[in-house]
């Protein structure tokens, strides 16, 4: 039982190319997040699909799009990556949003922009 | 503005002593918190919770605390164990928002022999 994996777990990018970053369940979640990690600033929220065709913006969406293409899968995509974007990069799933239950998250994409 | 809040960055305890984890809010609104643990380069994992209409809440070796009138709520881990040696993340929620978690920004408790 995989749980939450993310791909790649390693990215080095230049200022400007685009990447996406890919996101699986297999625990039948309904809901998926995307979260990222910066040094002194904890993680903080950048997208999330409470269910399967919605999206919405978290609390740092600017320069991310977001596709929920199946219940399973959540993806991120950086467009035209900046320095900024540097950072620990988190997936993470929860059966059902609004009702309390913990999220579960992935092992993580660390992403680097020169 | 950081409505969730962890003030000590470090923690370092000597095993079988009792661990202490501190967490500090400021949104009234939040009414359900959580403390995650992270292991390096590894995700956060859910390790207890707590609701607001209680006032602690325990598992095993883990009690967490909430004092709603001080938006303050702790972690307590006793006996403490090197395996527990880890990032430690408070996080906050507010009803009908989608499990949306505002986190802190961690504790790294290092538990020595």
């Known amino acids: 039982n995989a749980g939450v994996t993310q791909t790649p777990k390693f990215q080095v990018l230049k200022t400007g190319q685009s990447m996406t970053l890919q996101c699986a369940q297999d625990?039948?979640?309904?809901?998926m997040y995307w979260y990222r990690q910066d040094p002194g600033m904890g993680l903080r929220l950048i997208y999330y699909?409470?269910?399967?065709?919605?999206?919405d913006k978290g609390e740092v969406p600017n320069g991310y799009n977001v596709s929920r293409l199946n219940k399973r899968e959540f993806s991120l995509r950086l467009e035209s990556a900046a320095p900024s974007q540097t950072s620990v990069y988190f997936c993470?799933?929860?059966?059902?949003?609004?009702?309390?239950?913990?999220?579960?998250f992935g092992n993580g994409t660390r992403l680097t922009v020169t | 503005d950081q409505q969730v809040k962890q003030n000590s960055p470090s923690l370092s305890v000597q095993e079988g002593r009792i661990s202490i984890l501190n967490c500090d809010y400021t949104?009234?609104?939040?009414?359900?918190f959580l403390w995650y643990k992270k292991y390096p380069a590894e995700g956060p994992t859910f390790l207890i919770s707590?609701?607001?209409?209680?006032d602690k809440n325990e598992d095993g070796r883990f009690t967490v605390f909430l004092n709603k009138s001080a938006k303050h709520l702790s972690l307590h881990i006793v006996p403490s164990q090197p395996g527990d040696s880890a990032v430690y993340f408070c996080?906050?929620?507010?009803?009908?928002?989608?499990?949306?978690?505002?986190f802190g920004t961690g504790t790294r408790l290092q538990v020595t022999l």
């Open positions: 993470a799933s929860t059966h059902e949003a609004g009702f309390n239950s913990p999220l579960h």
């Open positions: 625990m039948n979640h309904n809901s």
């Open positions: 699909s409470a269910s399967e065709g919605t999206t």
């Open positions: 707590i609701s607001s209409i209680k």
């Open positions: 949104n009234s609104m939040f009414d359900y």
């Open positions: 996080a906050a929620s507010v009803a009908g928002t989608a499990s949306k978690l505002t």
